[in-house]
């Protein structure tokens, strides 16, 4: 059982690999980025929706934490609860780890990778980048997106049910990609990240809810109320 713990975050990881090679190989960051570059302008970013994409920030994902600590935080008051708590706190760390700490404590603010709209070939002054040459920290904050990660993480509560309710699941995640992937085309459209930026986003995200899902057991948690059936979590 726990040899085959490895081989999701093996493939995800597998699949982040070659898609950056593939990306990298194709010139799939400045190609993808180039149409919304008019006159060393990025106005189609800021028409809607993608303004108001840009202007949500960071409140979903802010609010959907903010249920996992009530819901922790409650458990420990209410014992015919204490199925919520596991759950609750997986949805804290995960923000907390991963758009937080991993993506843009860790890399965003020290990676030092320029903004399509900062690089030459967009009318800015800095060298390009790949995704994997670390530039000067302070001087580009583009790898990876972290608009992008805290809509990717809209997906985490997928994690809290799939192994008990596949169904609502496969909603969450479906939910959660979609907003991640409209997010990611905002910030393209703005000049804010490469794709492969919003492709690691994901990743990272992904990653840590994988470790977060097994450290916490939440494979091992029955996530129904023993007396109603009800789901731990329905945010």
Same mark, same amino acid.
């Given at each position: 059982?726990?040899?085959? *713990?490895?081989?999701?975050?093996?493939?995800?990881?597998?699949? !982040?690999?070659?898609?950056?090679?593939?990306?990298?190989?194709?010139?799939?960051? !400045?190609?993808?980025?180039?149409?919304?570059?008019?006159?060393?302008?990025?106005?189609?970013?800021?028409?809607?929706?993608?303004?108001?994409?840009? *202007?949500?920030?960071?409140?979903?994902?802010?609010?959907?934490?903010?249920?996992?600590?009530?819901?922790?935080?409650?458990?420990?008051?209410?014992?015919?609860?204490?199925?919520?708590?596991?759950?609750? /706190?997986?949805?804290?760390? !995960?923000?907390?780890?991963?758009?937080?700490?991993?993506?843009?404590?860790?890399?965003?603010?020290?990676?030092?990778?320029? *903004?399509? *709209?900062?690089?030459?070939?967009?009318?800015?002054?800095?060298?390009?980048?790949?995704?994997?040459?670390?530039?000067?920290?302070?001087?580009?904050?583009?790898?990876?997106?972290?608009?992008?990660?805290? /809509?990717?993480?809209?997906?985490?509560?997928?994690?809290?049910?799939?192994?008990?309710?596949?169904?609502?699941?496969?909603?969450?995640?479906?939910?959660?990609?979609?907003?991640?992937?409209?997010?990611?085309?905002?910030?393209?459209?703005?000049?804010?990240?490469?794709?492969?930026?919003?492709?690691? /986003?994901?990743?990272?995200?992904?990653?840590?809810?994988?470790?977060?899902?097994?450290?916490?057991?939440?494979?091992?948690?029955?996530?129904?109320?023993?007396?109603?059936?009800?789901?731990?979590?329905?945010?």
């Amino acid at each position: 059982m726990k040899t085959k *713990r490895w081989v999701e975050p093996a493939v995800v990881m597998a699949f !982040l690999v070659v898609s950056t090679i593939l990306i990298a190989w194709s010139g799939a960051d !400045l190609a993808v980025s180039a149409p919304f570059c008019l006159g060393g302008k990025w106005s189609i970013g800021y028409l809607q929706p993608w303004q108001l994409l840009y *202007r949500m920030i960071r409140f979903p994902a802010f609010a959907l934490a903010a249920c996992g600590l009530v819901a922790c935080t409650v458990s420990f008051f209410r014992p015919d609860l204490r199925h919520w708590r596991r759950s609750g /706190a997986f949805l804290v760390l !995960l923000l907390a780890l991963g758009p937080g700490l991993l993506v843009n404590v860790v890399f965003k603010d020290h990676w030092g990778r320029p *903004r399509p *709209r900062e690089i030459v070939q967009f009318g800015g002054q800095k060298q390009f980048l790949q995704p994997w040459q670390r530039g000067v920290a302070g001087q580009g904050r583009s790898f990876p997106s972290g608009h992008a990660s805290a /809509a990717f993480y809209m997906m985490s509560p997928f994690f809290i049910y799939r192994r008990n309710n596949k169904r609502l699941a496969r909603l969450w995640l479906i939910g959660g990609l979609t907003f991640g992937v409209l997010m990611s085309i905002a910030r393209i459209t703005q000049g804010g990240h490469f794709l492969s930026d919003n492709l690691w /986003a994901w990743g990272m995200v992904y990653l840590t809810a994988i470790a977060l899902y097994y450290g916490l057991a939440l494979d091992q948690l029955d996530n129904h109320s023993p007396k109603t059936g009800t789901p731990a979590c329905s945010t």
